[in-house]
């Protein structure tokens, strides 16, 4: 058994979540904020068995879709003295991680 972390965009976790339910794979879904951009985040929890994996991964990446964005970035020249610039980034996608269970235990 295999346990599937993947961190998707808020804009994008509906739809994944839709798709995997659909597929009948349970999902827990948790609200994360992002370290680099400082945005919010979805992290799906979906326990399977390992010949469901690329399944799951394959859903996910079919409804996480990577776009661009255009963020305010600011830059110190010297002291006191800031610009702020908009930053072309890509956003969305999803980070997934693939975990063995040792044990599952349903109570």
């Known amino acids: 058994m295999k ?3 993947a ?9 994944v979540s ?3 339910n659909k597929a009948n794979y349970s999902v827990t879904r948790l609200a994360t904020t992002g370290g680099f951009l400082r945005a ?6 979906i326990g399977t068995e390992d010949k469901n994996v690329d399944d799951v991964i394959k859903i996910i990446g079919n409804e996480s879709k ?4 255009i963020v305010p970035s600011t830059a110190s020249y010297d002291i006191g003295r800031y610009a702020s610039f908009p930053v072309e980034v890509q956003v969305g996608g999803a980070t997934i991680f693939v975990i063995d269970v040792e044990q599952f235990i349903k109570v």
């Open 3 to 5: 346990i599937v972390l």
């Open 7 to 15: 961190i998707v965009s808020n804009d994008d976790s509906s739809s």
């Open 18 to 20: 839709s798709a995997l």
């Open 40 to 45: 919010g985040n979805t992290t799906m929890i």
């Open 66 to 69: 990577r776009r661009t964005e």
